[in-house]
Nanobody, 124 residues
Framework: QVQLVESGGGSVQAGGSLRLSCAGP????????LGWFRQAPGKKREFVAV???????IYAETVKGRFTASRDNAKNTVYLHMNSLKPRDTAVYYC??????????????????WGQGTQVTVSS
């Protein structure tokens, strides 16, 4: 069983920064991808970034150049560093695991496990 726990959300003004953390053991029995998604009220869950088993890291165009995803294998933790935040970044942010893939996935339906989410609010 994969358990993911997010932390680090909060309220900031536009232009500010936050670092989200996603702690939890990754599956040991298969390759997997670690993804970050977000969901604003009344909207579908959308892709933010993914760290692939093959080492690839992909970002959504809306966050490219402002967000950086990284991982610390020793701590079993994945991070999302968010800079130059904008009000449109306001959402609940989720980390997820997609098992049995060696590349990356931007589709939330392909993720098998999710954390509980952490709220990010950016005010203008």
């Amino acid at each position: 069983q994969v358990q993911l726990v997010e932390s680090g959300g909060g309220s900031v003004q536009a232009g500010g920064s936050l670092r989200l953390s996603c702690a939890g053991p990754g599956p040991t029995y298969s390759p997997y991808a670690l993804g970050w998604f977000r969901q604003a009220p009344g909207k579908k869950r959308e892709f933010v970034a993914v760290l692939g088993w093959n080492g690839d890291t992909i970002y959504a165009e809306t966050v490219k150049g402002r967000f950086t995803a990284s991982r610390d294998n020793a701590k079993n933790t994945v991070y999302l560093h968010m800079n130059s935040l904008k009000p449109r970044d306001t959402a609940v942010y989720y980390c997820g695991v997609s098992i049995d893939i060696t590349g990356t996935s931007q589709c939330p339906g392909e993720y098998n496990y999710w954390g509980q989410g952490t709220q990010v609010t950016v005010s203008s």
